[in-house]
């Protein structure tokens, strides 16, 4: 069955070191996305892609990175982790002709010291 | 931008109905969503509406008023397994071309009670 899967599903980490959470989908999705989910602020759109070599910033992107080299995966890099990027990080994929269904992963659970 | 506006917190009583609002402000309006999360768990998808009505999908039904930038997710015969958080989000779109990202909600968490 196809699916979306993240890891880590838990990391601790320092400020100031670069983070790499991953994200692979094997819905063969066009669409891609990250977001991060505190309390209070529900999900926040950090960075999404529509395809190979696209990448577009979110409503929070500052801090993070995200490149796309092919259909399945789209890594998400902190910098330099903050303790304010302390989050649960989910990713999503849709398909370019959906209107809307978008499937998330499980999610990662970032904790910067 | 765009803004969305839902209660943070619902209860209800096992087999009873319940409905939670959704009000939105955006610039480019394509459709409304709703999503469902358990705790620690990933959101899931509900249902869609882009158009005014309802939308019926079990014991669970959306529905959309373009003209009030308002729509609501009803629940019916609510089941203790039916307590999770509730997110609505916005499906931005200008001149007839959707763009695929979405703008959620806070979420409301809805707490059934025997």
């Known amino acids: 069955d196809a699916e979306i899967t993240q890891s880590p599903r838990h990391k601790i980490t320092e400020t100031g070191r670069q983070v790499t959470l991953a994200c692979h989908q094997t819905w063969n999705h066009n669409n891609m996305f990250w977001y991060r989910q505190d309390l209070g602020h529900g999900l926040r759109l950090i960075h999404y892609s529509y395809g190979v070599q696209d990448t577009n910033k979110g409503e929070v992107s500052d801090g993070y990175s995200v490149s796309r080299s092919n259909t399945e995966d789209l890594p998400l890099t902190l910098e330099s982790a903050a303790s304010s990027q302390t989050s649960v990080y989910f990713c999503?994929?849709?398909?370019?002709?959906?209107?809307?269904?978008?499937?998330f992963g499980p999610g990662t659970r970032l904790l910067v010291l | 931008g765009q803004s969305l506006e839902q209660p943070s917190e619902v209860t209800a009583v096992e087999g009873a109905i319940v409905q939670i609002n959704c009000t939105y402000q955006t610039s480019g309006f394509y459709g409304l969503s709703w999503y469902q999360q358990h705790d620690g768990g990933a959101p899931t998808f509900l249902s869609y509406?882009?158009?005014?009505g309802l939308e019926e999908t079990g014991r669970f039904s959306s529905f959309l008023s373009r003209s009030d930038s308002y729509g609501y997710l009803l629940l019916q015969e609510l089941q203790m397994k039916d307590s999770a958080s509730y997110f609505c989000a916005v499906r931005e779109g200008h001149s007839g071309a959707g763009s695929y990202q979405l703008t959620f909600g806070k979420g409301t968490k809805l707490s059934v009670i025997p």
């Open positions: 999503a994929s849709s398909e370019a002709s959906s209107r809307e269904t978008q499937y």
């Open positions: 509406n882009a158009l005014d």
